[in-house]
């Protein structure tokens, strides 16, 4: 067996409880450097306390013991470093006599006797007898720091202490698995494809207490080999439910230059086909640490395929979460109608051409003007509107006709719909996601980017939409689902993606491929000269070092919320992986709550509020599709640039090295 590269490195919760420093052990035995395997490990000048090869040793670790830094298998043996019982062995064999309870090699001999069966059960992919033996093994140094015990092998206090460090570590990076019916995962089930059964979700629950949720019974696979498909169907009596290939509205002419599919397949399988015997060796073998707990036995059978087989292309289907919202509109209630130029995501200062001195100063309406200023859209020669794409969950249109129910004002007549759950060209129902049950999330976002504008009705949309082609593709929160609405979204010849769902690929997903479907075909938008705009999602945290995907992937624009103050919403994530920041708390469209709430059909109320990063995103949508109306040939690098040379400042620590969206100057520029 050899390590796998790129798996994500699990950081321990707690030190080695170890009172002697590593470099102090060093000096200790009357080393500057021990050897395994032939190879030196001087002690680091810096970064101590990093893990450069995710073996699961500290640098200042394998510089005490002697294991590379840089190798995450120092002697070849097919054992990462920070499960090997080499590197311990290595460690006793340098020990004074005088370290061990016994005379001569008696107690020294012993353990390395341990040691050695240690290893051939890992070898053997006996995980759990392995970790037995070091428990037990971890019994007989237990009494120190005062004074050893009487059943104490090592006596000496000091190497006893570094010795039961090692075997502290060694015991924590090894993988250890069970099943808890108490864990729920944020759904209990997504809705059923082509009007088939609910599709139960599990989830496992890893070191750190992070849930990554998946579907019980599904896989997705990309083969690569003749016959791959129908011997992994055979396998674990797998039926496909897609091939990969995109929805098509009538008539769509597809874009050159795409692949017919996505190249991945949605597969039901059966998880009893799998067994767990190899879950924690493969587990092992991908460098996935500490214990996990799957909600329940399908899961974790299905875990177990997928560690299993992921080197055939098989990965589990994630869920993903959402990102929980003189102009005339809506009726004023006093014979007049509300004037979007005065609302305050929507207006520009006294100096349009500065940045945000005078107030926040976003200036969309003069976008607007500037926009059409430049001649869009044009009067005298055939042009094609910019086709935004919508990806969402809760339209309230009609799910047999797919007229609008509720808010039609806001839609254009004729509206474009795919649905990727039900497989048909009408998009409408209420939304399904965790905190989203029978909500009008989709209503909402497509209010914020792309509501008809001076009609005296509903709400305004940034990019105005009087010139605009909106295509609206209903999703589930399952990966497959919003990786083929992303293709499909392609393929019928968006400008434009919002995409509205993310998740954070964890320990499992990064281990064993999980994302790479969305990432691929992230990769096609930005190559075709597509820009897709993603939220970053509302957990009020630091992601600028983690996996959100679709945030953190080249070709999608990630979008933070900010208040009428040009602050951070507390509530939206924030770091390196944020590209530009946008308004919250907007009004957008009208849905059945929000009517309910103000019978009288009249004023701001009848507005939905809208707020988080879900009304960030489209926000920007709009704007990115008016610099798609300028400029059609515009590039997602171009778009990132643009948008954050052009960016209002903010004093917020967390905005600033961004800013957040001056629409006007976008445009402009």
Known sequence: MTPRPNFRHFVLGHPIPCALSMVGLAAFLGLSSLAIGGMNAQLPQENTLADRDNDGLLNEVEAAVGTDPDNP??????????????????????????????????HRTALLSLLDNNERHLLAGRIVQATHLLENLRQRMDGCPSEPDTDD?????????????LLDTLLANHASFAVDGDIQPPVAALPGLAGGPDRPVGVALGPEGSPEPFVLDEVMLRPTAPGALDAFLAKYDGIVLHDGAPLLLPGAEPPAGLPDATGWYLIRVNPYRSSLEDLLANMERGGIRGHWVFSAEEAARLAALVAREWELGVSLNFTMELAQHSVPEHPDGSGGNLDASTWWWMTEDDDPGAPGDQGLSVGVVHAW????????????????????????????????????????????????????????????????????????HGQLTFGTCCGLAQNGYGTAGTSFGWDIEPLVIKASSSLATVTRSVYSALYNGADVIHETLGFECGWWCQTFSGGDELKSVVKLARDAGVILVTP???QGRDIGGSSYLPCNVHGAV??????????????????????????????????????AADPDDEGIDELHLYGGTSAATPYLTGIVALLKMVRPGITYEEVRTILVSTANPSTDPKVQDRGYVDAFRAVQV
């Open 369 to 440: 003007e500037y926009v059409q200023y430049k001649g869009y859209p044009p009067v005298d020669v055939p042009y094609q509107p910019v086709r935004v794409a919508i990806i969402d969950t809760g339209f309230d249109l009609d799910e047999t006709t797919g007229e609008p129910l509720v808010g039609a004002g806001d839609y254009p007549a004729g509206l474009l719909q795919l649905d990727e759950v039900g497989m048909d060209q009408t998009a409408g129902g209420a939304g399904y996601a965790a905190g989203c049950d029978g909500c009008w």
């Open 558 to 595: 990630c979008v933070g919320a900010i208040e009428s103050n040009g602050l951070a919403w507390s509530g939206s994530n924030w770091g390196s992986t944020i590209d530009i920041w946008a308004p919250t708390g907007v009004r957008s469209a009208i849905t059945r709550e929000s009517a």
């Open 73 to 106: 298998d120092t002697d070849g043996d097919g054992i990462r470093d920070g499960v090997d019982p080499d590197v311990l062995s290595v460690v006793l064999r340098q020990l004074p006599e005088a370290a061990f309870k016994s005379e001569g090699e008696g």
């Open 536 to 538: 970053a999602q509302n």
């Open 153 to 165: 092998w090592i006596v000496g206090c000091e190497a006893q202490q570094f010795v039961r460090g």
